[in-house]
């Protein structure tokens, strides 16, 4: 592949998750408006906000048979407009059997979505010759960022969803139709895509994923998305309710958390090329780990935002690092090993939320983190599934010679 291919393909796949940050984001942070636009109840509302990522659970899994026939680019092609669409089916319903099935498009496409496009970073981190996956999901927490602002003055202007959304999709998804025809993929993905629309048998139908090798990692990503819905789902009440904050301050720590996990997944690349995947995962484990304990314990607001920014340095690394040791561990079917990987993350964002709300309840919030916190330590014991020091892209060694295209 030429080095040209190579820098487009980055390039746009970049761009593909820039806009899926968006889209996540102006859901997510609207769900309040949904819930009244649609009237659905509090007791009602867990089983939609359940539904979407059982949904894309199995829509990771649709796509693992899928790419065994068709390039994951294809994939991607094709679900990324499907989510878009599906928020703006979010904002223009008014019953709410037309929210029911919005949701349930956007869970299924955002499945195959994220597959498709770690999928193709991994491959795209194997022909580059080093570790570019934290840049990839560097993008993807700007574009977080960038959809949660949109939000804020969609609420602060009092404008409906669909006037909210509909900008948004009507520059951001012909765009993305247009980036798609430059996607590249490396050899050695599942489908031996070479990125030029041909495809190469590399032997990957015939390579097993064993799940008894994947679990470490599976375990790795569970545990990294329990402690990412953690801040997500309970950061402001916790500052708000436990450390005494304004509603006004307990508004930032996401925001923070947000810009924190951008400016460590921006760096993060550089570390993993100087000491290796397995020593940054190690570092960001334990980080995440002392930004939990200093939550806890915190006196005031202040101290509990400076936790808060901690977890941000500290999370960020895990996931990307996790997609890529798949990658690694299984080089003639990563693309198989990617989409069973991914599922976890929807397993923990499932089950981080309501394991902190439940053990608040009974016990105490400032217990609750505790959780967490050990179970991000607990990635520590699987550090050795990323590779040596050597492992330091995703291929076993990082070629000595390799032009930087990005």
């Keep these: 592949m030429t080095e040209a291919r190579l820098r487009y393909g980055r390039g746009s796949l970049a761009f ?11 859901l997510v942070t609207r769900i309040p408006a949904i819930q009244d636009q649609y009237g659905i109840s509090d007791g009602l509302l867990p089983v939609f906000l359940a539904a979407v990522p059982i949904l894309a659970g199995v829509g990771s899994v649709v796509t693992e048979k899928v790419v065994a026939r068709v390039r994951p680019g294809t994939v991607l092609r094709w679900a990324q407009p499907l989510v878009m669409l599906a928020l703006l089916g979010v904002g223009a319903g008014d019953a709410v059997w037309h929210v029911a099935v919005a949701l349930a498009l956007f869970g299924l496409s955002v499945g195959a979505l994220d597959a498709s496009m770690n999928m193709m970073g991994v491959s795209l981190q194997r022909a580059y010759g080093r570790s570019i996956m934290l840049g990839f999901h560097a993008v993807f927490s700007l574009g977080g960022i960038v959809g949660a602002s949109l939000s804020w003055a969609g609420a602060h202007w009092d404008l409906s969803l669909l006037v909210s959304y509909l900008p948004a999709v009507v520059v951001l998804l012909p765009a993305a139709l247009i980036g798609s025809r430059w996607y590249a993929q490396g050899l050695a993905a599942g489908t031996g895509d070479t990125g030029t629309g041909e495809t190469e048998k590399d032997g990957a139908a015939g390579v097993s994923v ?10 790795v990503m569970c545990f990294a998305y329990i402690g990412d819905s953690t801040v997500s789902n309970w950061s402001a009440k916790y500052l708000q309710d436990v450390l005494g904050s304004s509603e006004q301050l307990s508004t930032v720590p996401y925001n923070v958390y947000m810009v924190t996990t951008l400016l460590g997944r921006a760096v993060g690349d550089f570390g993993v090329r100087r000491a290796g995947a397995a ?3 190690r570092a960001g484990s334990v980080v995440a780990a002392v930004g939990f304990g200093v939550v806890a314990v915190a006196p005031d607001p202040w101290t509990g935002m400076a936790g808060f920014t901690l977890l941000g340095f500290g999370l ?3 996931v990307p690092q996790t997609f890529a040791a798949a990658g690694r561990l299984f080089p003639g079917a ?7 990987l991914n599922i976890f993350n929807y397993v923990g964002f499932l089950v981080g939320s309501p394991l902190v709300g439940a053990l608040g309840d009974a016990w105490n919030y400032r217990g609750a983190m505790v959780v967490p916190m050990v179970l991000v330590l ?13 492992a330091r892209y995703g291929g076993g060694h990082e070629r000595a010679r390799t032009v930087d295209v990005g």
Excluded: K, N
Aim: proline residues 4%.
């Design 279 to 281: 020593a940054v995962v």
């Design 316 to 318: 960020c690394v895990i």
């Design 334 to 340: 990563s693309d198989v090993a990617v989409a069973r």
């Design 16 to 26: 593909s998750f820039f806009v899926q940050g968006v889209t996540f984001a102006l």
């Design 210 to 219: 064993p799940f008894r090798l994947l679990l470490p990692l599976c375990l």
């Design 378 to 390: 607990v990635t520590l014991v699987y550090a050795r599934s990323f590779g040596g020091g050597g």
